[in-house]
Each structure stands twice: as C-alpha cells, then as structure tokens.
C-alpha cells in the first residue's frame, strides 16, 4: 500500500501563493492518479484536482480552474499543489489521495493522506 504525507500547508495572505507536496512511500505513484481534495470547515469535503499516474493528464474543480497547478515528480514520488491568487474561500485541510483511475469523486480514492491546513487571510 503506499503511504502519503502532505505538507507545506500554513497561513498565506489573500493574492498570495503556496505550494503543497504530497509524499508517496511504499508504492511509486508513477501507477497512481493523485487527486488534491480540500475540507473546509462546516463543508463536504471537494474535489480540487487530480493528475493521471501514466499520461499526467490534469484535471481542476472550476473554483480553482486557472489559480492552481499540479504537477508530479515521478523521481522524487511526489506530487505538488501550486495554489496562486488565494482567496479566504481557499482556506481549508487539503488532502492528496491516490487511487487506480483518475476521479474527480473524492469517496472514489482509496489512499489518503492525514491533510494539511491552509488558511488564507483577508
């Protein structure tokens, strides 16, 4: 099974940027679609993006369509989550996930990591 850790979550004004890194060990992601999912408190947990494990084919929820990236690094068995143009709505727990086909359900992926904060202010 592969095994995720999330980070370089923190507090970021609005206009600003972060980039979040999801770890993989156990199994390369190489065979994996890595989806980004978000938490706001008092909401569903949503789908932000994903990234197919063998074309790198992309794909973006449309509040975030434009202002976030993925990309992934297959040597270093990671995944990223470039967020520009913050906005207080962005402030959530994010989340990578792994699972065999790209999905943009969130109950769809099978391995998740533990998530990490983002907060954005005004």
Not at 14 to 23: I, K, N, V
Not at 48 to 58: L, Q
Request: proline share 2%; with cysteine.
């Amino acid at each position: 099974q592969v095994q995720l850790v999330e980070s370089g979550g923190g507090l970021v004004q609005a206009g600003g940027s972060l980039r979040l890194s999801c770890a993989a060990s156990g199994r390369t992601i190489s065979g994996y679609a890595m989806g980004w999912l978000r938490q706001a408190p008092g909401k569903e947990r949503e789908f932000v993006g994903a990234i197919s494990g063998r074309s790198g084919n992309t794909y973006y929820a449309d509040s975030v369509k434009g202002r976030f990236a993925i990309s992934r690094d297959n040597a270093k068995n990671t995944v990223y989550l470039q967020m520009n143009s913050l906005t207080p709505e962005d402030t959530a727990v994010y989340y990578c996930a792994a699972n065999s086909v790209v999905s943009l359900k969130s109950s769809d992926y099978v391995h998740w990591g533990q998530g990490t904060q983002v907060t954005v202010s005004s």
